[in-house]
């Protein structure tokens, strides 16, 4: 018979294959296993410094124009630890490895896998400020994932093969027939006609997701306007004419507001969209990104006037779905190692492309029972959300 050792990591490593084919959001954004736990063990609320591109503007002439290096960062919080935990008697340890796969491993890793890709996707999506779509209408034509790429390309998200899309089942079966009648390549074929869904298409990786996230706007978005003298470098403002606090997430633009390239810093047709951040009130909200109208930074054409009008996506009260176009690199999801405790029955950790899983037995003895747990530790964030764009449904 194996080894307590042995079982256990076994245990976590078949648990973890099982969990990361569950996973097609998590796998496809910028996945790591933070070794720096590896020792001590993972705490929640350990802070990471994710570490940002700088930004510099160019001059014309000879004469110089020294710019500081204003280097900026984001935290992440290691904040997050999901677990399930589980029943398993001395008889079901000395199954083979695929009995308890079966048995025990495939339905509790399918629920652990659900509730992680929900959790990350839901925070990480209202970060997003970019947005395309109509409100209420679920996309049908290759146009809106047109316009989602443009904005990708827009905000200077690298041309590679690390763009994706995560939809939900109507958003795929719309795209899927819409795309039927158009050149694709025989393997698109196959999955198209044989499989009913689509794999890379107008320069995206696609995946099928139940665990979109929805937004629901608040109870007022018509009338509203700028009530203060907004400086570059803001990220909130005092508004006028709101009867309740805008929701979280909630994407705006602001009259005169354009949104500029990032290097030329030339001003694009389009209003640059903020989204609502914080916690919001009737009066004052805050936003991302910040309004910077100056420097190597610039995001937008101008500040507001006093009394400019807010415009919202969607009707007031309403929710709406939101699929995702991304980079790779616009969002993070980082693992680390949980603390091992001694004197317990087995335990073993073990790490798979960016992901951490403990597992412990131990025997109840007040209750007469082994208690199986299975623990993930993990932080996550939108750590450059310009390189994303939500698609509204």
């Not at 609320?45 to 940002?52: M, T």
């Not at 969002?331 to 091992?340: G, H, K, T, Y």
Request: proline content about 3%; charged content about 20%.
């Amino acid at each position: 018979m194996a080894s307590s050792y042995q079982v256990a990591d076994m245990i976590t490593k078949e648990g973890l294959l099982i969990l990361h084919e569950k996973i097609p959001f998590i796998s496809t954004i910028n996945c790591q296993y933070d070794d720096q736990y590896a020792k001590k063990g993972g705490k929640i609320g350990s802070d990471l410094r994710i570490r940002l591109p700088n930004q510099y503007t160019v001059r014309t002439g000879k004469t110089a124009q020294v710019q500081d290096s204003a280097e900026s960062s984001v935290t992440m919080t290691m904040a997050t630890q999901k677990g399930v935990d589980l029943g398993m008697s001395s008889v079901d340890l000395t199954l083979s490895i695929d009995e308890i796969k079966k048995r025990h491993l495939e339905p509790a890793m399918s629920a652990l896998a659900a509730d992680i890709e929900s959790t990350v996707i839901s925070g990480v999506t209202p970060e997003v400020y970019n947005l395309v779509g109509t409100a209420g209408t679920t996309p049908a034509t290759m146009l809106t994932f047109g316009q989602a790429r443009q904005k990708l390309n827009e905000y200077l998200a690298p041309k590679d093969n690390r763009r994706r899309v995560q939809v939900d089942s109507a958003t795929m079966s719309t795209m899927t027939d819409a795309y039927k009648g158009l050149f694709q390549s025989g393997k698109a074929i196959d999955k198209q006609y044989i499989e009913g869904y689509i794999d890379r298409q107008g320069g995206f990786d696609w995946y099928e997701n139940e665990s979109i996230y929805s937004h629901t706007n608040g109870s007022d978005v018509t009338g509203v306007t700028v009530n203060d003298t907004v400086a570059s470098g803001d990220s909130s403002m005092t508004i006028a004419n709101c009867s309740s606090a805008p929701t979280v997430g909630s994407v705006f633009t602001v009259a005169g507001v354009y949104a500029v390239h990032p290097e030329t810093k030339r001003a694009y047709g389009h209003l640059q969209q903020f989204v609502v951040t914080g916690t919001p009130t009737a009066t004052d909200i805050s936003f991302s990104p910040a309004m910077i109208s100056t420097g190597g930074k610039q995001n937008v054409s101008a500040l507001p006037d006093n009394g400019a009008a807010l415009v919202w996506v969607g009707a007031a009260s309403t929710s709406y779905g939101q699929c995702l176009a991304y980079h790779e690199d616009a969002f993070a999801f980082v693992s680390a190692d949980l603390e091992v405790p001694g004197g317990v029955d087995m335990a073993a950790i073990n790490r798979f492309e960016g992901l951490s899983m403990r597992f412990i037995r131990q025997y109840d003895a007040v209750n007469d029972d082994w208690i199986s747990r299975i623990d993930v530790l993990f932080g996550y964030k939108a750590i450059r959300p310009q390189l994303a764009c939500r698609i509204t449904k």
